[in-house]
């Protein structure tokens, strides 16, 4: 059967036929897909709590099987931060621990019904964990390659899952050019490069729509550090404006680290690209992206929606990574960064009115260790 959609560059809106492995444009640019998602209600309510429930909202063939965990619908639970209601999305309980497993499940369920055989994938942790799950579901080899510093329990966790660890020494650049490089020869299965993965995401979105009742959100309060989350959800509310789903789409809040903020320097000052900065380590490890390779469409979402970038302390994020362990929920660091952005976003302002969605990313039994001096 052919397929249901092209790649397009993001930069050039060049088109190309799928192609195993081809990841980015010739012009440099990164590639979206060209596709035309559907949603019928009663299908999807019919459904089992997964995010294989918006099948027709999803680019993977009509004949080929899905490869899952169980992965999706995760709960939408309603709290207070000074005393303003916020909704928390738990996407720390997917099965390997992150958000990344709604991008993993479908990228690697394309892969299957190309007929790949193995992969590459660069990450600090939780991407590449997710894409080593999805890979030993399938039965693919995969080589993940991580930055030396990664964080012992996200090692244990890909090498548990029977991929080829590959430590790269350096930072997670120097990650994500081996990565590319060992890409010549074999599918790049890139949460950042591959648009399947951000096709995964848009299931946030998908899923907080069902949950509110079928409406979107006033503002969305996430991180970015290479900006998939954000992305896929901006996508996802996107594709539910033009299927008359929702009537408006929400206000897109970025939240990065003080100590590596190439797009909320770049909002700052009025630029449309990421600016150049020098990455320093951080608590929040997940987003300290120092050149996030969509960063441009990231900050083109911010703006298009009215939102704005918060750049967080790490004293901010231990605080915060503190607070909320102390309300029942076991979150990682970067998690932390998050919800320490969401209170900053909170106490500028009248916000009462607002209906606020933002999310717990991975789950602090993934980062033991810097735990271990926060708590």
């Known amino acids: 059967m052919a397929a249901a959609y092209q790649l397009v560059c993001a930069r050039c809106a060049a ?16 590639l979206d897909l060209a596709f035309q998602p559907r949603f019928d209600r009663r299908r999807i309510a019919g459904r089992g709590p997964t995010l294989w429930r918006y099948r027709e909202a999803l680019p993977l063939p009509a004949e080929a099987t899905p490869i899952h965990l169980g992965e999706g619908y995760t709960p939408l639970l309603q709290g207070r931060v000074g005393g303003i209601p916020v909704w928390l999305k738990q996407d720390h309980l997917f099965p390997t621990g992150s958000y990344k497993d709604r991008g993993a499940a479908l990228l690697i369920s394309q ?20 894409i080593a799950a999805y890979c030993a579901r399938a039965g693919l080899a995969c080589d993940i390659y991580v930055p030396e510093a990664t964080s012992p329990a996200k090692l244990l966790q890909i090498q548990g899952y029977g991929a080829t660890l590959r430590r790269v020494p350096g930072d997670r650049q120097a990650a994500a050019a081996a990565a590319q490089q060992a890409a010549a020869t074999t599918f790049y299965a890139s949460h950042v490069w591959n648009p399947f993965f951000m096709h995964g995401c848009k299931t946030f979105a ?30 996802g509310f996107d594709e539910l404006l033009a299927a008359r789903q929702v009537d408006r789409v929400p206000r897109l809040i970025g939240v990065q680290a003080a100590s590596c903020a190439p797009l909320a320097l770049a909002s700052a000052s009025g630029a449309s690209a990421p600016q150049p900065v020098e990455a320093h380590a ?14 441009e469409q990231v900050l083109a979402a911010v703006q298009r929606t009215g939102g704005a970038f918060i750049a967080v302390s790490e004293e901010e994020i231990a ?4 607070l909320w362990w102390r309300h029942g929920f ?6 932390g960064a998050t919800l320490a952005g ?14 606020i969605v933002s999310a717990i ?15």
């Open 15 to 30: 088109r190309y036929a799928p192609d195993a492995l081809r990841w980015r444009c010739d012009c440099g640019g990164p």
């Open 111 to 130: 892969a299957v019904a190309m007929g790949i055989d193995r992969v590459v994938e660069d990450s600090s942790g939780n991407a590449g964990a997710a």
């Open 206 to 235: 998908f899923e907080v729509w069902e949950q509110l009742g079928q409406r979107a959100p006033d503002t969305l309060v996430l991180p970015v550090g290479n900006g998939t989350l954000l992305l896929g959800a901006a996508l």
């Open 282 to 295: 951080s608590l929040a490890e997940g987003i300290a992206i120092a050149a996030p390779a969509r960063g």
């Open 319 to 322: 605080a915060a990574t503190r």
């Open 330 to 335: 076991a979150l990682e660091p970067t998690a």
């Open 342 to 355: 969401l209170g900053r976003y909170l106490s500028a302002g009248d916000h009462a009115r607002e209906v």
């Open 361 to 375: 990313t991975g789950h602090g039994l993934k980062a033991g260790q810097a735990l271990a001096g926060l708590l």
